[in-house]
């Protein structure tokens, strides 16, 4: 039972990291499903970081400023010349495909995956298990989304830009750099969830984040834009994962297996809509 609430948890965790950052973004108003492209050069950055200095923290670091900057593309692309964010979105995850699968190469002089690469030490917890210190932070992160978006002056400017724009420039504040501070936000989180896949593993490959972005978006909708709903709906994905790899013994084609998080996402998806009630300014402009 341990070994399967571990394993559950080792799932979540990125997705745990991304949905954070998706409901900033969106809460803000601006639709984000470049969490995935987020992602994928948050994990490559950490390997080349870590493969470059032999540090994690330093490959963490590096990860989360370019998780950053790529998020910032995002911020002007939707928010400074009000670009579709569903074009945007698309246009950043192929870009991330494309400059990671550089990246590899250049890096590593591999086509497929990186060396390996030191993680951080794991912290026991006796019966309990041994988790990255990421886990943690992810369990922190959730926390301080909900008090920031709920309990703070920030949270609800930010959130007010995702319910009523007009409102929130009426009294003077700027709509744009709240909206900027939400997605770069988001970028630094999805980036940190990218990263958690590396340090794991211990080893980064192309496409490595295989729709996982995605998959966290899905549970910001189901989690109704919520820190602590989002995060169980994450849970929830997580155990999909562990059935996917517990099923892959049996003698069930490996094509069946490899989808079921994905059909469980279409399946969340669908009972959800019509019951999860967006940000009312989500995806419109100032």
Not at 29 to 49: F, K
């Amino acid at each position: 039972m341990t070994e399967l609430i571990a394993a559950n948890i080792r799932i979540a965790t990125p997705l745990v990291f991304a949905a954070m950052g998706g409901i900033f973004s969106e809460r803000s108003g601006v639709v984000n499903i470049a969490l995935e492209g987020m992602m994928l050069v948050g994990a490559y950055t950490v390997a080349a970081g870590t493969y470059w200095t032999g540090q994690p923290v330093v490959g963490l670091l590096m990860s989360i400023i370019v998780g950053i900057l790529f998020a910032g593309i995002h911020a002007v692309a939707c928010v400074q010349f009000e670009a579709d964010a569903i074009v945007s979105g698309v246009a950043l995850n192929l870009l991330a495909l494309g400059v990671t699968e550089f990246g590899v190469v250049s890096t590593f002089g591999h086509v497929a995956t990186s060396e390996q690469i030191p993680g951080f030490q794991e912290w026991s917890l006796g019966p309990l298990g041994s988790y990255s210190p990421l886990v943690f932070l992810g369990l922190l992160i959730v926390g301080v989304s909900y008090l920031v978006l709920f309990h703070t002056a920030f949270g609800l400017r930010l959130r007010a830009c995702g319910e009523h724009p007009k409102a929130v420039r009426a009294t003077g504040l700027s709509v744009r750099r709240l909206r900027y501070a939400g997605v770069l936000i988001s970028g630094a989180l999805a980036a940190i969830g990218g990263a958690f896949l590396v340090l794991d593993t211990h080893y980064f490959t192309r496409s490595m984040t295989a729709g996982r972005g995605y998959i966290a978006l899905a549970a910001v909708i189901f989690g109704k834009w919520k820190p602590f709903h989002s995060a169980g709906a994450c849970l929830l994905f997580g155990f999909a994962g562990v059935l996917q790899g517990r099923l892959q013994g049996w003698r069930i084609p490996s094509q069946l297996v490899e989808i079921i998080p994905y059909v469980l996402t279409m399946i969340v998806l669908a009972g959800a809509i019509g019951r999860a009630t967006p940000p009312a300014a989500l995806g419109r402009q100032e």
